[in-house]
């Protein structure tokens, strides 16, 4: 039990967030649309759940192996008046770390939404911190308040930001010019490593190319760990999600997700 306790965070935090509208969205601080409310909430919940898996995976290299993925859904626990709005939660958990990783994880979701409304650069560089799958779930987020002609405020336990409506909307119209291009690839070559402190991999393929991405969050902790042990420097056949993303500035983001790795293919010589 001592072990345990000493791994709790100093800066330990609640698993919430409290989201604020304003414009066509609200009637003052009477309600809330529940069509525009229900249609904001699903990207949001996406986002976080994505961002969870890679913040567990990052924490089980220092905790060990578990036995369940985190559950990191949200539930509307009340309704901020002022500013019409929700607050968001998750009760559904026995485990305070499970709780510190939802935490962590929708930081990390602010951090994307308010990078997203402030300039170009700022959402360039942070999404190369993130999956691409989430650029989806950001946009729908953003069109939705955008939309609604609202402003958004966002309040987490240490974190406070308000977004004015012509940033929302700068920021869906940065969004929503990044197109992407999705494709599936196979890959023999060599797992060089998992690094579950950033839920990352890397892999050389048969020319002695390096390639390095994110690991799908579809995949349980227990799997990408045999992963490691089964593949580690070992010839084997990689499945990778390839996403070629281009920015409103006119640069490009090439960026991979690990989505399986099994026994090598074998090739027959004809």
Do not use: W
Not at 174 to 201: M, Q
Not at 246 to 255: P, T
């Amino acid at each position: 039990m001592k072990e345990e306790l000493s791994k709790i965070p100093d800066n330990y935090s609640e698993a919430k967030i409290i989201l604020l509208f304003s414009g066509q969205a609200v009637k003052g601080s009477k309600g809330i649309k529940a069509k525009f409310l229900s249609n904001a909430l699903r990207p949001f919940q996406e986002l976080v759940k994505t961002q969870t898996a890679l913040v567990r995976f990052g924490h089980v290299g220092k905790r060990g192996k578990t036995k369940h993925s985190v559950n990191s859904e949200l539930y509307l626990t009340a309704l901020p008046t002022g500013s019409f709005g929700v607050e968001l939660s998750q009760i559904e958990t026995s485990d305070m770390f499970a709780e510190q990783d939802v935490a962590e994880a929708i930081g990390n979701v602010v951090e994307l939404i308010n990078a997203a409304t402030i300039s170009n650069d700022a959402f360039e560089e942070i999404i190369e911190k993130t999956p691409v799958r989430n650029l989806n779930n950001l946009k729908a987020f953003l069109k939705e308040i955008d939309e609604e002609h609202s402003m958004l405020k966002i309040e987490t336990g240490s974190t406070s930001i308000e977004i004015s409506e012509e940033k929302i909307h700068q920021g869906f119209e940065r969004v929503n010019a990044a197109s992407n291009e999705d494709s599936e690839v196979f890959i023999n070559g060599v797992l060089r490593g998992i690094l579950l402190d950033s839920g990352k991999f890397e892999i050389t393929d048969e020319n002695g190319y390096k390639i390095s991405g994110f690991i799908s969050p579809d995949l349980s902790e227990e799997t990408v760990i045999d992963y490691n042990l089964n593949f580690l420097n070992k010839q084997c056949t990689i499945h990778l999600k390839k996403s070629d993303t281009h920015f409103i500035s006119g640069k490009e983001r090439i960026a991979h997700e690990l989505v399986e790795i099994s026994e090598p293919q074998i090739k027959l010589k004809l």
